[in-house]
């Protein structure tokens, strides 16, 4: 039997959540095994390309083209905890967006571009931070402090951007 504290088995990949995007209020009150768990567990269907709203998919097909993260980005409808709109999680390979299918479209596109802000903004101190937390060194607080910093704000100012000027309609233009 493995030690408690050995690395993984090479082929086992590291999986780490970038952000959960918790209501207001909504408190963390799972273990750090029942966050992980929730984080790798599947979909309850497919990618956000099928049965997703228009306005979803037009503003994720945006964001793919105007401000690519280093990453590719897979984007879920799935089926969240009531506390939870969306959360990503990093892999090596890629990034994973899972949204909240329960939302309304407007919602479910607030939350994409909360959630790309962290794809964009992602660097190595933020997976120190969640390292940390995991490891009961730092608090919910501080974990949510240190994935929402500057780099966060620039980059969620980024993704609206692209939004508003590609995705939403002009004055000239009537709404579709």
């Known amino acids: 039997m493995a030690a408690r504290n050995s690395r993984p088995e090479p082929d086992i990949e590291p999986v780490r959540v970038v952000c959960m995007h918790r209501r207001r209020g909504a408190m963390a009150s799972r273990s750090g095994q029942e966050r992980q768990r929730e984080a790798t567990r599947g979909p309850a269907r497919g ?40 959360q990503t999680i990093r892999n090596p390979r890629e990034f994973i967006i899972r949204l909240a299918r329960q939302l309304d479209e407007n919602r479910l596109v607030n939350v994409l571009l909360h959630e790309w802000a962290h794809c964009l903004s992602w660097s190595l101190k933020h997976d120190r931070i969640y390292d940390d937390y995991e490891a009961g060194k730092t608090s919910w607080t501080e974990y949510e402090a240190g994935c929402h910093d500057g780099a966060f704000g620039v980059a969620f100012a980024q993704a609206h951007v692209v939004y508003t000027t590609k995705v939403l309609p002009t004055p000239d233009e009537p709404a579709s």
């Open 47 to 86: 990618p956000a390309s099928r049965g997703a709203p228009e306005h979803l998919q037009e503003t994720l097909t945006a964001l793919r083209k105007h401000c690519p993260p280093p990453l590719p980005v897979v984007v879920k409808l799935c089926r969240l905890p009531d506390d939870l709109d969306g």
